[in-house]
């Protein structure tokens, strides 16, 4: 049936290529409706319960979104006449910025003090020309606040920020925050017209920022970096394979392949982010396997005299089952990702499997038309890399036994360097150190105040219970306790509020620097406090509108994903253990939803990969029918990904969410490579050869398509290593080592294998 099949392919190949360009052309054009998001929330689907304790405060409190501007004057105090008028001068700006909610600076700051037995509230910098004894009173007062000093302005007065608050409709999120990024850099130009910014250094910051910066690189590298690694897989195949006929043919079939999967996004109304617009790229770099194996034995046969359309059936005779089971062990791996908690690792996943899947179609349907009209005259086998193959075997069926010891070596090695990898991402080093973001950021944390945020939302028990005594009184037990943490820069919340309160409300007396003593006199001051606030300036920032809640904003060090997890499980140990009236709440926030996730990612991901190995191990045991080839096949496939993470460890030592999406996408490389080589070794060992025969065979035969495939596959994936993206270089580099393990692992660990294991 097998072979009726194979002459039905060849005779009608030429309705099979008219019938797998129409299929690609009518997959490929569902691109016309693919959408793009830098959203972080894109990352966190539905039902995550990060993202629904964040959406809660954002109903109840305020929303996430900031864009901080920090300002430093060569004179080193922000109190100074141009510091002053500029820092006025864009508070005021900012409030025209789209979708801005508000600004808090030092000249919207509105302190607290008594007079008289009376609370009086005033702006901490009157509107008005200031002579130089009020500009010291000022100074003295405000860094004297401990409301603002570590938040908008620095502990020793050289620096002062502005916080915008957005809150953006999220109905199309990468417009809107490019909308906000392209109007705070206007408005950043026209400050630099003005007068008054003359010797005053600015930076943008924040979340609005961190996501235009993400935007910029991520299309930098869509329209710079994907094509640089196109062109030069290109010319590559084009020198590897010696014949531009067969690269164009390869060309065509990988293009087609990677307009199917990202046609398929558009179809299925899929919106692309970060990890699933490389889906393309992925599958271009898999398809390319599959042209190769097929090209490189019709080659072979040619040489050895046969017909083209000889050639061609016995390429397709031999390699059909391999490629057949490498494209669904691949798609297999990476459909293993949709355990993953985040909703564009599942979007990659499916969309590789598509990709892969149209690769094999595309591969069988196109390449015995183009390559009857174009037969393939050579083997893209230069007389130096056969000499090298052969040198190759004799090497391994010589040394096995040392290959062998070697190879023991170097796993326990890999196998001990293991435990150097340390998990966590730092979001600020994503970026090249000369960013304008990362500076802004760095230039932010080392002046001003944390950049990273955990926030803490305590159920009070009831409308009104957030002014309880008792309740209070846990809060600032937590807060003190926050203080003392290593990680921790500044510590917010309606507390300090309160005790700045009860101080003024007894004329200003130190000593009164605490909470109220009752709930009545609590909600007094706060209502008193608010009701004397300008129009559009409140506390529901710090505490609920019902008064059952409140908010507590703890600002971290630049610190890792992973460092902020930790933190955050110390953070609400403490809570169980001293807590008697609030209740326990868990860190929220885009810092630590980002911690949970990638930690929840790539255990997932191990889990995905772990199954989808255990399901393509059965398919090799079923397509072998030998236990113990499947049984041999386990080293070289599992061996590189531990060697490449044992490398890993030693050289860098970050894991981090980039670097889950690894073990699915070299797998089904490493399963293509040793798959090959144990088809091309059971067809001898069938045909009556014995082991080193079959050996000779295996490495002679498919070694070249493996050598060109892996040195394709890696020289690709080595240049993301170019990226100004730490985890786009992270990514590269990583994978490129697994490939060339893998190509090791096959040439050096598999044949000593079989000769050992399967010398019978």
Known sequence: MLVAARERLVAWRGAAAIVAVALAGLAAAGVQHLSFTTDYRAFFSEDNPDLAQLEFIEENFARAETLVITIAPDSGDVFDAHALEAVRWLSGEVLRLPYSKGVSSITEYYPARGREGELVVEPLIPDRPLDDDERARIRADALADDRITGIMLARDGAATGLIAHFELPHEEPEVEIQAVADAARAMMADFRTRPFSDGIETHLAGVMMLNDAMSGVLMGEAFALYPLVFLVMFVLLALLLRSLAATAVTVAVIVMSAGAAMGAAGWLGITLTSPSLTAGLVVMTLAVADCVHMLTTMGLRAQAGDTPRDALLHSIRVNFLPILLTSVTTAIGFLGLNLSDSPPYRDLGNLVAIGVMAALAFSMMVLPWWCMRFPVRRPPVTRGMHRALVALADTVTRRRRMLLTLGAVVVVAALAALPQNRFGDNYVHFFESDHPFREATEFTNAELTGMQYVEYVFDAGGD??????????????????????????????????????????????????????????????????????????????????????????????????????????????????????????????????????????????????????????LLLLAAFRSPRLAAISLAPNLLPAIIGFGIWGVTVGQVGLSLAVVGSLTLGI???????????????????????????????????????????????????????????????????????????????????????????
């Open 464 to 617: 009104g219970a957030a002014m309880e005594p008792a309740f209070l009184r846990d809060m600032h037990a937590y807060a003190e306790w926050l203080r003392t943490q290593p990680e921790v820069r500044k510590v917010s919340s309606v507390v300090g509020v309160l005790q700045s309160l009860n101080q003024a409300m007894h004329d200003g007396d130190p000593a009164f620097h605490r909470l109220p003593e009752s709930r009545p006199e609590a909600a007094q001051y706060l209502l008193l406090y608010e009701l004397s606030l300008p129009s559009g300036v409140d506390l529901t920032h710090l505490v609920n509108i019902h008064k059952s809640a409140a908010r507590m904003t703890v600002q971290l060090d630049t610190i890792s994903s992973e460092a902020i997890r930790q933190f955050d499980e110390r953070a609400v140990a403490w809570q169980r253990r001293h807590f008697d009236h609030a209740a326990v709440a868990r860190g929220a926030g885009v810092s630590i939803m980002f911690a949970h996730i990638a930690r929840r990612n790539f255990v997932s991901m191990l889990w995905g990969t772990g199954i989808a190995f255990g399901v393509i191990s």
């Open 670 to 760: 490493i399963v293509d490579d040793t798959l090959h080589m144990l088809n091309r070794y059971a067809r001898a060992r069938r045909a009556g050869a014995d082991a080193e025969a079959a050996v000779r065979e295996a490495l002679t035969q498919v070694g070249p398509a493996l050598v060109i495939t892996s040195l394709v596959l890696f020289v690709g994936f080595a240049l993301f290593t170019t990226s100004g993206f730490l985890l786009t270089v992270h990514f590269g580099a990583l994978t490129a080592i697994v490939i060339a393990a893998a190509l090791l692992a096959d040439f050096f660990l598999l044949p000593p294998l079989l000769l050992w294991l399967d010398r019978r």
